[in-house]
């Protein structure tokens, strides 16, 4: 799963690699460990802010529909 990265930041324990704001976690070559991906979407005692946006709140593309030839606007007589 890919997480929406909230405010920058360097994951040391991805070779420090550095997420920056908008950015999807984990980069590819990385995977998450989820007691990781837990402490990212806390917020940081020491910079009050959570890094990773919590799950729930990514945003997927939704799969396009495929028009097939009883569409409803075929049927409503539509063209």
Known sequence: MAYKVLNDFIE???DNTFYKKGDMY???GFKEIARRVKFLQSIHSEYNV???EKSENVTKT???EKKTQ???AEKDGES
């Open 12 to 14: 040391k324990e991805h």
């Open 50 to 52: 959570a890094f990773l």
């Open 70 to 72: 009883g569409s409803k």
């Open 26 to 28: 984990p980069k590819e």
């Open 62 to 64: 939704a799969p396009k």
